[in-house]
Antibody, heavy 121, light 106 residues
């Protein structure tokens, strides 16, 4: 079974830092780009960041560029998001999501974790 | 950034009825558009990709059409489990963007 499990969410003060993790299983992790997508309370989905399968290419939404860093450890089948200089507006459920195919970086997302909640206050 | 607009914001229908949801892009995204379903407290689920291809395990009552800037998701006959929020997403340009969603309720 293909599974993604996020962790690392919690409460943090504005200006603080947090590192999210996403443990993957059931597929060849290194072959697929991965994404972080967030959802503020009662709001829609916002794509945050993506990383290629090798980790050599990364992409960010303007809202987090320069503050968040996406990375991955393919030996541990784990995706990360280092979040610095957190703001109130970063409060959201953060989902990790797997790319649909092995051939795209910016792609659709076919497997999602249950999410981890980040509260900045 | 490509802005996606969805209409209507809310669609009130009954089981068995046909649902037609619209997604419009601020510039052409070719056929690089997907639709997702999200139920309360759950992660999104991919329904349709490349405008008209059903994802694995998605029932045939879900269909997608369109290209360029105008896209449609059709649910031919609503089942009780279809009442949810539906989002479109484009992958033609960075950043990836989602529409604001259409809520399908009873």
């Amino acid at each position: 079974e293909v599974l993604l499990v996020e962790s690392g969410g919690g409460f943090v003060q504005p200006g603080g830092s947090l590192r999210l993790s996403c443990a993957a299983s059931g597929f060849t992790f290194s072959s697929y780009a991965m994404n972080w997508v967030r959802q503020a309370p009662g709001k829609g989905l916002e794509w945050v960041s993506a990383i290629s399968g090798s980790g050599g290419s990364t992409y960010y939404a303007d809202s987090v560029k320069g503050r968040f860093t996406i990375s991955r450890d393919n030996s541990k089948n784990t995706l990360y998001m280092q979040m610095n200089s957190l703001r109130d507006e970063d409060t959201a459920v953060y989902y990790c999501a797997k790319a649909l195919t092995t051939t795209c970086h910016g792609c659709y997302m076919d497997v999602w974790g249950k999410g981890t909640t980040v509260t900045v206050s | 950034e490509i802005v996606l607009t969805q209409s209507p914001a809310t669609l009130s229908l009954s089981p068995g009825e046909r649902a037609t949801l619209s997604c419009r892009a601020s510039q052409s995204v070719a056929s690089y558009l997907a639709w997702y379903q999200q139920k309360p407290g759950q992660a999104p689920r991919l329904l349709i990709y490349d405008a008209s291809n059903r994802a694995t395990g998605i029932p045939a009552r879900f269909s997608g059409s369109g290209s360029g800037t105008d896209f449609t998701l059709t649910i031919s006959s609503l089942e009780p489990e279809d009442f949810a929020v539906y989002y479109c997403q484009q992958r033609n340009n960075w950043p990836l963007t989602f529409g604001p969603g259409t809520k399908v309720d009873i």
